[in-house]
């Protein structure tokens, strides 16, 4: 087990390696130089020369990335242009924002989904399944930033409820945790809600292919009642795609909640990254990207260890 | 005291794009105490259904209607939480494939202990160590370590024991076997009918035995059942069905049965034809098609069961008793 797990993140490296090459040749592609945005109204030539050279920009490309990479092997996460705070310590910071907003919406996402999907399956095809069906699809089409305004517009504009942003109220003194609480709705529902829909339909699929199997059978035969039949016998082996696919949609969170932090004004590290992309902070953007690179392999890692633990047929080799 | 199991005119039909089809019509037959009785004939004849019907674990789309009575109540009326109490408690029930019939995810042990849990007001300890006497009367080695491992660590006639002890874990009145070892190979065939015939002495459990085997059926059962596309085609003890056999069905599945003794060159005599499917029902009698000795009367109506003898019956016209 523990052999398997080093073999598969040594097996990641060369692929981090290639994730952070193409990023580092898309950020020097996009026009606009961060010396241009960092120096605004006083640019001059000269300015500009002297900058480029303080940042190391006027060196080679391919200079530029090993002198990164070698930093990057020393530790060195480098020095954001824009902050001019260590990378590392501006992205331990917004870390744990982004962190509580991806990780309740893949809970809740997921528990909600199973027993949706699950229901869906057990009366498949009745009024309720056939309803369900349509809002899921509504959901799955909808990308999440625009979900997020529009639950901004319901429920702060218009009724007033909850909060459109921050991570705690300005106008109060001593936000507690209630008030902390009351500003995570919102953005969390805008993923969750479009994760639950994609993840009930694989559930309701793979449920419907386990209440078929024979040892539902059995499990009916022994005097279980339905409830047991399904949530016991049933669910434990149809969770598993959906196993697969909690690695698969850790890092496509992450992505998601850059565009929910930019609309919440969340300060995680979605808007960081927001923030950097904007001024060209490329320290900040290969930061990042280093670390999605980290999270997605973990990621498969997790769903694969939890795969086993779910079906004992699965073996590491 | 009261037959284990009574069935009267019992009919599944089977909703087919609106329509019902028949596919097991006006069943009778009775299992009195201790009496294995045997259940046969091709696939796709109604067995299985039959076999399901009495459980009540057929799918929506079937509709059930008769009588099954099961030590006088009658199962198909009962409320689903009565009709729980009784499955796995007083009828049990091992199927054809030992292969996909545990549940691969949990433990030996869990799935037969849930039985006992199910039923019985005892603690997890206590099913356990029941579970592991069970285990060591279905004749499985090393019970102990068993009851840790998981199905897909056990071979397809572990398996089937595994599902006897898990059929037989509370001590039904009733098992019902269907098919329980068309998937295993011959020596471990024998040996999983021999702990059959072991458990039904010792517990005094009755055996409805499904099945299309003849050989399995002459070492296994004191009655049997033939049947026929939905329909019973002849009853009797096995004497009767192998050395006085009745319905031309019957007489056709004892000649397709290879013959050690035969003089070599004697080839095997198929039945011709298949069995006919829910939609195309042949009208007058289902065999009719098929039949050797097809005369016009088969053609246009139906038979009943005729009685032969005393417990014997068959539903040719040929055994029609023609008032002299």
Redesign the interface.
Known sequence: MLKYMVRRVLEAIPTLLGVTVISFIMIHIVPGSPVRILLGNHYTLERAAVLSKELGLNKPLWMQYFIWLGNLLRGNFGFSYVYNKPVAHLVLQALPHTLIIVVASILVAHLFAVFLGSVQAYYQDSMFDQVATVINYLFYSMPSFWLGVLLIIVFSIDLHWLPSGGIVSSQIANPGFGDWLRHLILPVCSLFMISVAGWARYMRSSMRESLLQDYVRTARMKGANEFRVVFVHALRNSILPLITLFGLSLPALLAGALFIEEIFNYPGMGLLYWNAVNSRDYPIIMGITVFLGIVTVLGNLVADILYGIVDPRIQYR | MPNILDVESLNVEFNINGTYYPAVHDVSFHINPGETVGLVGESGCGKSVTSLAL?R?LPKSARVNGEVLYEGRNLLTLAD?EM??????GI??I?Q?PM???????KIGAQIS??LL??RDISAKEAFAQSVDMLKKVGIPRPEEIMDE?P?QLSGGMRQRV?IA??MACNPHLLIADEPTTALDVTIQAQILELMREISNEFGTSILLITHDLGVVAEMCHRVVVMYAGQIVEQGTVDDLFFNPQHPYTRGLLNAIPKIDARSKQRLQPIEGNVPSLTRMPKGCRFSPRCPHVMDQCKVQSPELFEVENIHFSRCWMNEKKEI
Do not use: C, Q, W
């Open positions: 459980v674990l939480g729980r109490k009784i499955r796995g408690d049990g029930m199927f494939e996909t019939s545990l549940n691969p995810v949990y849930e039985t199910l039923h998981h897909h599902m898990i059929a």
